[in-house]
């Protein structure tokens, strides 16, 4: 079992920065890659950035590509999303989730445990 616990969103302006993190707890955090997703009102989920177990590797939706990076520190068990450049399409809540390989994969599917979310709103 991994627990996962998201931090970090909040109300932000357009144009502005957040960093999220998620803390893993449980089973063994540096062997699984990890992603984060969103998901807007009255929209499905979708994903937003993964990385390997290494943290190597690093993949991203082109609709935050050059304004997210996703990162991890396998030491203190914790992924990271630094969000750059802010804009009001961004709110959503978003999730970490640990996916069931080592790989980074980019479906839901592929990723076994979830956080609760965290609310991201980007005020115009």
């Known amino acids: 079992q991994v627990q996962l616990v998201e931090s970090g969103g909040g109300l932000v302006q357009a144009g502005g920065s957040l960093r999220l993190s998620c803390a893993a707890s449980?089973?063994?955090?540096?062997?699984?890659?990890m992603g984060w997703f969103r998901q807007a009102p009255g929209k499905e989920r979708e994903f937003v950035a993964g990385?390997?177990?290494?943290?190597?590797?690093?993949y991203y939706s082109d609709s935050v590509k050059g304004r997210f990076t996703i990162s991890r520190d396998n030491a203190k068990n914790t992924l990271y999303l630094q969000m750059n450049s802010l804009k009001p399409e961004d709110t959503a809540v978003y999730y970490c989730a640990t996916a069931r390989g080592t790989v980074v994969a980019t479906t839901g599917v592929d990723y076994d445990y979830w956080g609760q979310g965290t609310q991201v709103t980007v005020s115009s």
């Open positions: 449980g089973r063994t955090f540096s062997r699984r890659a």
């Open positions: 990385i390997s177990w290494s943290g190597i590797s690093t």
